[in-house]
């Protein structure tokens, strides 16, 4: 099982579970894997030109209002995303529809 950092748990056979609207809150959303495991990953694309696209490691749709993306990032020495790993962020954090959580990969 994968903890995620926002909260709830996955096993590869999950596809939804429930979580706080926000941290302290009684009131719960369904947060649903929409990509990854065995689920292709979906483009995110720019509104204006659809031919630019981005393509996020994760996709959770929550309670069908918005959607989080997850993506892995290569990163300096610093820990800081790398320029093209920012980039993509941004370009999906405005073209779709929620936020996005940056999980660096690991250093070799």
Request: charged share 20%; net charge neutral; hydrophobic share 35%.
């Amino acid at each position: 099982m994968a903890a995620l950092p926002f909260g709830p748990s996955w096993t590869t056979y999950e596809t939804s579970c429930w979580m706080p609207i926000r941290p302290g809150s009684t009131g719960l959303a369904e947060l649903t894997r929409a990509t990854g495991e065995k689920l292709p990953e979906r483009a995110v694309r720019n509104p204006t030109n659809p031919r630019q696209q981005r393509f996020p490691d994760l996709t959770f749709e929550l309670s069908g209002l918005s959607e989080v993306y997850v993506n892995t990032v290569d990163t300096y020495a610093s820990g800081t995303p790398t320029i093209g790993e920012l980039e993509a962020a941004l370009d999906i954090a405005s073209w779709g529809k929620g936020p996005v959580v940056m999980i660096p990969k690991p250093r070799k």
